[in-house]
């Protein structure tokens, strides 16, 4: 019988088992270089020992987590006492998280939920998959059809490489006429449940009403596209076979898969900041930009439709950070104040809740070095001003294994950030051209 490592390296390499990959005795380390020198050996060791750095801001008096394997664990804590670095170790056992991920799903699916947590019976407080969420925007559009003030349409803007529809649902007044838009999107990468639990949630909110009475003030300032899942075969993958899976599902050879849709847009694409060219990676870049048909979906869709763009959100986890471009330069935009501006009064309304803080700042400047991000292209390639990757709870205790019970709070939270940033928009300055 194969060993469970056996069988998680098979299965991240893309052999199927019958199974769920298992994480038992799996760890994250929770590392703090003491210098700029230091954090630069530090990120030596993820090509030496291949391994997932889950958070790494790129300065030297920033702490980062790194998931380690059993088998790799002795010889990557042996080079980090000979580099000097702090480090502890932040989650003892990944398995015991994903378990208590389960559990609650379980629990949650049979509990009563709250009017703001469902909507058309539509249970948002637990992690769904491809399907139900497909269901969910298809009986959105359903409801609207008889709502006077709310109207909502759905498009497939494209596939994946598994041939998945990608969607995208359009919530606006309705009326004929024509306002700035904001497109939205989570999912990019498969392993972030929480983001398209989030973006899922906001739709619920921006057609059946919000417990801050916001939504008929966000209808009458913007047209909004709501994209909650722009990697349904790496989140279908994540969900049925191996839970950390972070890319694509494209077949790569050598016994690969996936490519790192982050990585993978058009504007200063470059696999040497942040990416790789090694198939095999979990950051691999490509073969060039927008090789993946899941990008090419976003980049046509919003080219299409950026006139009058105003705003791009791409929601990711973890973190707590509402970030700005650039990610491939530390170099700031020529705009840096005006999005950090509007960045800060989304953190200062979402603190409000549950005094949840989360920093703002460039991707670059705050947490790390990454060309080909989605938000850098909205911005850069695609001329939308206000662009941001938001990552979203929490700060490493469960990582990217966020459970249930977070999903409430951390909606909540979210709903009110954006609602304020977007109301404090100056939409007579314009959306276009960043």
Not at 22 to 34: A, C, E, M, S, W
Not at 316 to 332: A, E, R
């Amino acid at each position: 019988m194969w060993s469970t490592l056996s069988s998680v390296v098979l299965l991240f390499y893309g052999y199927v088992t019958a199974d769920p990959a298992r994480f038992d005795g799996h760890k994250v380390l929770q590392i703090l270089p003491n210098s700029l020198q230091e954090l630069e050996q530090v990120l030596a060791l993820h090509d030496v020992y291949d391994l997932d750095m889950w958070r790494h801001p790129r300065k030297g008096n920033h702490s980062m987590d790194v998931y380690v394997e059993p088998e790799k664990l002795e010889p990557v804590l042996g080079a980090l006492k000979d580099i000097g670095a702090h480090v502890k170790i932040w989650i003892d056992d990944l398995q015991k998280l994903v378990d208590e991920e389960q559990s609650s799903m379980k629990r949650s699916f049979h509990l009563p939920y709250t009017s703001q947590g469902r909507n058309q019976g539509f249970n948002h407080y637990v992690y769904h998959r491809y399907s139900a969420i497909n269901q969910y925007l298809q009986d959105v559009v359903t409801a609207t059809a008889s709502m006077p003030t709310v109207n909502a349409s759905l498009t497939t803007i494209g596939f994946s490489a598994e041939g998945r529809d990608i969607k995208v649902i359009k919530i606006s007044r309705g009326d004929g006429v024509s306002r700035p838009s904001v497109f939205i999107d989570g999912g990019i990468h498969a392993r972030e449940w929480i983001a398209p639990a989030t973006v899922l949630y906001f739709i619920g909110q921006m057609v059946y009403g919000d417990e801050f009475d916001l939504s008929p003030q966000l209808l009458d300032k913007f047209d909004w596209f709501f994209a909650p899942l722009l990697n349904p075969d790496g989140y279908e993958y994540s969900h049925a076979t191996y839970r950390l899976w972070r890319k694509n599902r494209v077949e790569q050879g050598r016994n690969c898969y996936g490519t790192d849709l982050n990585r993978n847009f058009g504007y200063q694409w470059n696999p040497a900041v942040g990416g790789s060219t090694n198939v095999c990676s979990d950051v691999y870049s490509g073969s060039q930009a927008f090789s993946e048909k899941e990008s090419q979906a976003v980049e046509t869709f919003i080219m299409d439709n950026r006139q009058n763009m105003m705003a791009y959100l791409t929601y990711h986890s973890y973190g707590q950070m509402w970030l700005y471009p650039w990610g491939y330069t530390s170099s700031l935009p020529a705009d840096w104040q005006e999005l950090d501006s509007a960045a800060k009064v989304g953190t200062a309304a979402l603190a409000q809740l549950y005094g949840t803080n989360y920093v703002v700042g460039s991707s670059t400047n705050v947490l790390y070095s990454a060309a080909g991000g989605s938000d850098d292209w909205a911005k850069g390639g695609a001329g939308v001003k206000y662009s941001y990757t938001i990552e979203l709870r929490d700060t490493g205790a469960h990582g990217f294994v966020l459970p249930t019970n977070q999903i409430e709070p951390n909606c909540r939270e979210s709903w009110r950030g954006l609602a304020e940033f977007a109301l404090s928009l100056n939409t007579n300055k314009g959306g276009h051209r960043g």
